[in-house]
């Protein structure tokens, strides 16, 4: 066989292989997109409800207060003051957590808050804000869902 019908041989196959498997060989319908689709009222699956209220707020409260003077006890053993913040730290923040010395932390007295900022539409992460007698203090907490706990993301000073 020459050459060149040894190629039109393997471009033809090849091209045929490549059809096959192309989307226009699938028997099913591609659904196509209307606008009532992508209106208001689209829902994900497998995607959180999540929204902010009264309630949310409340919670959020409680928790960034208790984390907060959890936190700010630099005389508690290293030991206990891990403990006792733990229950209320995300997964990720808990592993930093677990090196932070309470002897260094400069924080020991509260003064106000929180003062709760969050991104409008966002009722899954809050920054909450305290004064403190070593300066403006912030907490990020975050929730999966509506149900579950607000958990503490970081802790730093505001400036930090």
Not at 4 to 31: D, F, Q, Y
Not at 106 to 121: A, D, K
Request: with cysteine; net charge negative.
């Amino acid at each position: 066989m020459n050459r060149w019908k040894e190629l039109s041989l393997v471009l033809t196959v090849s091209a045929l292989a490549v059809s096959g498997c192309s989307p226009a060989s699938n028997t099913e319908p591609i659904p196509s997109a209307s606008a009532d689709e992508h209106g208001a009222d689209e829902h994900y699956h497998n995607v959180p409800e999540v929204t902010w209220d009264a309630k949310s707020e409340e919670d959020v409260k409680a928790v960034a207060t208790k984390v907060m003077g959890l936190f700010a006890r630099p005389n508690v053993p290293e030991r206990q003051w891990y403990t006792d913040i733990f229950p209320h730290l995300s997964k990720e923040y808990a592993v930093d957590a677990q090196y932070i010395d309470p002897a260094r932390i400069r924080v020991n007295t509260i003064h106000s808050g929180p003062v709760l900022t969050r991104e409008q539409g966002n009722p899954m992460t809050v920054t909450a804000e305290f004064a403190t007698n070593s300066g403006p203090w912030v907490l990020l907490l975050h929730r999966m869902d509506q149900h579950e706990p607000w958990l503490v993301t970081s802790i730093a000073p505001k400036d930090a």
